[in-house]
């Protein structure tokens, strides 16, 4: 099991005395910061106490106590617990919170999203616009006084589904028809929508003065997506170039927002798991993974030691498709077109079979529950797993690296193209296989093992030279690790009941906070969980690792050629349903 | 040399192009088909598929493992002169549980009484809200509402499925889900007993 | 394919003449021409892309319907597979792509999020639905549709597509040039969709008034 968050290593209090008290809530770890201190106790953190990796910043609005609260979650690099601050403030527009991003690079996006939809105005910000939702959206969603156009109640299961549930669609309920809510009054034909003149000023931040001073040239603005082949989704790109050379670049998301965290802060707990399965779409395993583990960290319930062996099967299992899907996508990218994703595309499909005969589904599993899984895996599952782990996969992960690893194309398309290096990476919140690959050996199965990580022997892949040919390759260390793990796994699966608990559609979580971390094969996949002891949550979060990861990407891409562009986006692995949420 | 590399790759796909037609002549010489066979498809999905991976769908159809899952169903019991003994008690607990609240119950009332009677009037479910997370079949506990195994059910029009459509029988249960229906029929039987046992030790215990 | 199907009724046709006679055969070659080759637009925009793309490779292989030719440009392609919860934020984009298919063009809602919203229709940045602003041909249900039941929604446009006749079909309809032309929704305080400004307005201030009264 995970270190609890309780055992804080370092004691905040007793440096700053005057800003810095314990939050004694029950349940509730951490300090409060006050708020006119924050940057002072912030650098400190950083500097004398080592939490160089700020994970995650989020806002929850208690409504009931006028207050709203920033929270975050830093760690070390060299591992370890982390270390949970608080600042809290009167809920009172404007709410202002000075921005940390000149501690930590790697808060800018999610002050962006806090912004965006809690309305928490980050002063210092460099550029504090709406990040998920369009400039000149209505209102901040993810406030509690705040309700959506087809709004049925607080909280699910809604009271007019039974006993007297004739079927309505939601449309007819609202005034308007359709899923739409207009301020009072609203003409939409006086209406003037915004234009994006802030988005295309902000991609010249990075332009050094003076530049253009030698030779003048025409910078041209070119966007990408979010209708593009190879952004791996709906995510938009806003390049400014100077012939083939990028100058300026923004990512522009918010194209698949689903509103994951409102809609699972009316869910009950156990509603949530599913909805968890479409964060990452490839990797629903590792999504429940990661919530279950947070939940049972707040319900303090133990897991069956057969399910935790399951659950370590189905994770590594994800990891290793996600990863040659990885490699198949990427080549896609570069321009070989299908043939090696065809090839990652077959290994998949039979991977997805057993996840198909163990949960019933072949991408969204919704396998996992609270203090196990749902069924355990039927024999001619299990022997489906051993034949793919001691026989298939290693020869065809060694088939793919024949195939590819020698390519003169591929090489020279690879090699010595630069992604990230290590301080990069960790200024900017960067976890995976992109850390991994700048030489930083942080992987939680080993940084914080959860689950029973720390019962298997493997070792934590790390290439040194930072460029794509080891962003590449580092994908293939971590499938054979993974393959290590699995043989592991298979053979030390103890027989046993497979869940802890009875099975109840309705779970008591106590009050309290937790946020729960886990390495999906994108990077850290942490959730942000507060319960006030109802049967729903009062705040959720996800912290997605591509969402966080994607913060690195202007300032590794400027200077790339356009070309590459593609091909180094690629590298983050990003997926938008993990990004958009 | 230069391009050592590329051929290095182009021979694996070479091999892979050749093992469709090895894999055809060895199936031949074994007189066994390899296509449109039950066999040939559970090989074309184990761990020694080689060469041609394709399943033809719809002239072929890929094992279904007995847990699939795709929309809901109700089941009902053949009674007597074709009677549908419907399962469902309509205690609402698929509709409680339900993640994205896409059941409809409606509760059958004793028009003598007024008070609740275990059927359900009518049961809506909206196909095109469901996520196929196989809640409502997993925490039913009357075995009532179950997941299908058929996905061809694609149509011109939005999918509102009412009681009607919704009702399949117990036998087409049975029939894709075997080892599942066994089980809880078991179960059933031996709760029935359990409780037939307690009936009749309670008049005796009284005498 | 039935050939009596397309045959149209009010043509009456001798029995023996049926399978000759030109409208009957030229509808027919038309379809079959057309269903084909269905090109879709390489468009995926959530969880059910993945099975989009699963079913275009080697296990389900949608080039056995000729549908395997994915382009990345919407000029070029007959069917926009709606694969996946279509936002408020991204439907400007994909109505702009959807105008600048050519005619035929087919729309098909893949999974519940294209049918209706799906299970994140109560969400405040979905679209309930693609058919709130595209005609849409065939609606599959499933969160996702495995590929197979994908495929067996092709095999239901296929069918749709086979039972068209050339005289009727609206892009030869005389005075029409763009008769599928969707105007593009703007987005404000929330997605404004043009075509329903006055009803929209009518509706925000009947709010106003029923609250004040």
């Known amino acids: 099991m995970a270190a609890p968050a309780s055992t804080q290593t370092v004691d905040l209090v007793a440096r700053f005395p005057d800003s810095v008290s314990a939050d004694a809530r029950p349940g509730y770890t951490g300090f409060i910061v006050k708020k006119e201190n924050l940057l002072e106790v912030a650098t400190a953190i950083r500097d004398e106490f080592g939490y160089d990796l700020l994970t995650a910043v989020t806002g929850v609005d208690y409504i009931a106590e006028n207050k709203m609260e920033v929270v975050y979650h830093a760690y070390k690099t060299t591992g370890g617990a982390g270390l949970t601050f608080k600042v809290q403030v009167d809920r009172v527009d404007p709410v202002e919170v000075p921005s940390v991003v000149g501690i930590w690079a790697g808060a800018d996006f999610q002050e962006r999203e806090a912004w965006d939809l809690l309305g928490i105005k980050f002063t210092g910000h460099p550029d504090l616009r709406r990040i998920l939702m369009w400039e000149g959206y209505e209102g901040h969603p993810l406030r509690k006084d705040w309700k959506e156009p087809f709004f049925e109640e607080e909280a699910k299961p809604f009271k007019s589904r039974w006993p007297d549930g004739q079927h309505t669609f939601a449309e007819n309920k609202n005034p308007f028809r359709d899923n739409l809510k207009f301020p009072e009054g609203f003409d939409p034909e006086a209406y003037q929508p915004e234009n994006e003149d802030d988005l295309y000023a902000s991609l010249e931040r990075f332009r050094s003065k003076g530049e253009n001073d030698r030779l003048k040239t025409d910078h041209i603005v070119v966007n990408m997506g979010p209708h593009h082949p190879s952004t791996h989704g709906v995510l938009r790109v806003a390049v400014t170039l100077d012939g083939e050379t990028i100058t300026g670049l923004k990512p522009v998301m918010g194209y698949l927002h689903r509103n994951h965290d409102k809609i699972g802060e009316r869910n009950t707990y156990l509603q949530i798991i599913p909805y968890t399965d479409r964060l990452d779409y490839f990797n629903s395993m590792s999504n429940n993974f990661g919530y279950v583990t947070t939940i049972e960290k707040l319900m303090k319930i133990p897991v069956a030691e057969r399910a935790e062996y399951i659950r370590v099967i189905m994770a590594e299992l994800s990891r290793i498709q996600n990863h040659l899907i990885f490699i198949g996508m990427l080549m896609n990218d570069l321009g070989t077109m299908y043939t090696p994703s065809l090839y990652a595309f077959e290994e998949r499909e039979l991977v997805l079979d057993i996840f198909e005969a163990v949960s019933g589904a072949r991408m969204m599993c919704n396998y996992f529950r609270f203090g196990g899984v749902v069924r355990d895996i039927p024999d001619f599952a299990m022997q489906k797993i051993k034949d793919l782990v001691f026989d298939r996969l290693p020869a065809k992960t060694d088939e793919m690296e024949r195939f590819l690893n020698e390519n003169e194309v591929l090489v020279a398309r690879l090699k010595g193209i630069h992604v990230l290096n290590a301080e990069d990476a960790i200024k900017y919140s960067v976890t995976g296989p992109v850390l991994r690959a700048a030489g930083v050996p942080y992987d939680l199965r080993r940084a914080e093992p959860y689950s029973v990580y720390d019962r298997f022997d493997f070792d934590v892949a790390v290439r040194h030279n930072a460029d794509m040919m080891d962003n590449y390759l580092i994908r293939f260390d971590e499938i054979r690790q993974s393959l290590r793990i699995l043989e592991q796994a298979i053979k030390q699966i103890p027989e046993g009941p497979i869940n802890s608990q009875k099975p109840a559609y309705q779970v008591r979580v106590p009050a309290g906070e937790a946020y729960g971390r886990i390495e999906s094969p994108k990077g850290e996949l942490g959730f942000y969980v507060v319960s006030n002891g109802k049967p729903n949550p009062y705040r959720y979060h996800v912290r997605p690792a591509s969402f966080v990861n994607l913060q690195a990407v202007e300032s590794m891409c400027i200077g790339a050629k356009i070309a590459d562009f593609v091909a180094l986006l690629a590298m983050f692995d990003i997926v938008m349903g993990e990004l958009d949420r | 040399m230069y391009g050592k590399g590329i051929l290095k790759g182009l021979s694996v796909t070479w091999k892979r192009f050749w093992d469709t037609y090895t894999e055809d002549i060895s199936w031949m010489v074994r007189g066994k088909k390899r296509y449109n066979t039950q066999e040939g498809i559970a090989h074309r999905s184990s761990k020694d598929t080689k060469g041609i991976f394709t399943v033809q769908y719809p002239e072929e159809q890929l094992i279904q493992p007995e847990e699939f899952r795709y929309v809901p169903f109700l089941v009902y019991d053949e009674g007597e002169e074709g009677k549908k003994e419907i399962r469902c008690t309509s205690c609402g607990i698929c509709a409680k549980v339900c993640p994205p609240q896409c059941i409809w119950i409606v509760r059958t009332n004793d028009p003598s009484t007024g008070r609740p009677v275990p059927v359900p009037t009518n049961f809506y479910i909206d196909m095109d809200i469901c996520m196929n997370c196989g809640f409502c079949a997993e925490y039913c506990p009357f075995d009532a509402i179950k997941m299908d195994h058929d996905f061809d059910i694609a149509s011109y029009e939005r999918n509102v499925y009412n009681l009607e459509k919704l009702l399949k029988p117990a036998s087409y249960y049975n029939s894709i889900r075997p080892e599942n229906a066994a089980r809880e029929d078991e179960a059933r039987r031996a709760k029935e007993a359990l409780k037939a046992a307690k009936a009749e030790a309670k008049p005796a215990a009284a005498a | ?213």
Do not use: H
């Open chain 3, 1 to 213: 394919m039935e050939n009596e199907k397309l045959s149209l009724p009010n043509y009456n046709i001798p029995e023996d003449l049926e399978n000759v006679v030109a409208i009957t055969t030229l509808d027919r070659l038309y379809n079959w021409g057309r269903r084909s080759s269905v090109w879709p637009l390489m468009f995926g925009l959530a969880c059910c892309a993945i099975e989009m793309i699963a079913a275009q490779t080697a296990r389900y292989d949608m080039a056995r319907f000729g549908m395997e030719v994915m382009r990345p440009t919407p000029r070029q392609a007959d069917m926009m597979l709606v694969s996946g919860t279509v936002t408020k934020k991204m439907l400007p984009a994909i109505i702009r792509l959807y105008n600048q298919m050519p005619e035929p063009k087919y729309v098909v809602a893949m999974g519940a999020c294209a049918s209706s919203g799906g299970p994140f229709k109560e969400g405040y940045n979905v679209v309930a639905g693609i058919d709130k602003f595209l005609p849409v041909d065939v609606y599959i249900p499933g969160c996702p549709p495995t590929p197979q039941a994908l495929i067996a929604g092709m095999i239901k446009l296929q069918e749709k597509i086979d039972k068209q006749s050339i005289k009727k079909v609206r892009w030869y309809e005389k005075g029409k040039v763009d008769s599928n032309y969707v105007p593009m929704p703007v987005l404000g305080p929330d997605l404004i969709d043009v075509r329903r400004n006055a009803e929209i307005k009518q509706a925000a201030s009947q709010k106003t008034t029923q609250e004040s009264a």
